[in-house]
């Protein structure tokens, strides 16, 4: 059998030339960007959300889910502080699960029958963040309590972000935050972010939420 003929130096100078074009092509589409399945778009932490992918979920989450779009009636949510879940309702029809993290020792969540008192997207913590620098913003104390942490001489304090809050009693409420697999909240219920919007979107004022052990 006659050998295969060699490349030959224009056919491998076409080649580069289809490479290039393509790899080009990537970037301007892309935005010079790394393809989003090579990224972490959602970070859990402090509550903040850089993104809202509707998919994301912390790591070790398995067990969030919502089926609660097409589904009609009365809402009520029901939190299992022993589990690390909370229970979507439509008319006694569960819709969604979501896992979450709750207070820790010391900031116990309250447990008891409440209904959602306040809604808020963009809620930020009047009592709970960092001291930062009032010139450069860099964070200068993080994790601060503004009862107990004095602000430092030059700073000033920025709360934490709680995005999709819905307040149930005094200070405590669902929200999007930092989900680590336990408790670990000041009383708060922290959610994925894309959990937090769906319950955000199906509750009113006065939507009963009921907290157990």
Known sequence: MPAAPSPQPSDMISHKACLALF???AVVLTGCRMPSHFRDDTLYIGGFRRNTKPHKRAAHDDVSYWEGDSVTGKPSIRIDLTEQKAFFY??????GVSSISTG????????GSFKIQQ??????????????????????????????????????????RMPFFMRIHGGVGMHEGFLPGYPASHGCIRMPGFMAE??????????PVTVTH
Not at 198 to 207: L, Q
């Open 198 to 207: 769906h319950f955000f979107d199906h509750v009113s004022v006065g939507t």
């Open 23 to 25: 790899v080009a092509s």
């Open 119 to 160: 809604k808020d997207k963009d809620h930020v913590s009047s009592i709970y963040g960092d001291y930062v620098d009032a010139v450069t913003g860099e964070v200068v104390q993080k994790d601060i309590d503004r009862g107990k942490d004095k602000m430092p001489k030059g700073a000033k304090y920025d709360g934490a």
């Open 104 to 111: 820790r020792e010391g900031f116990d969540t309250p447990t």
């Open 90 to 95: 439509k008319n006694g029809q569960l819709v």
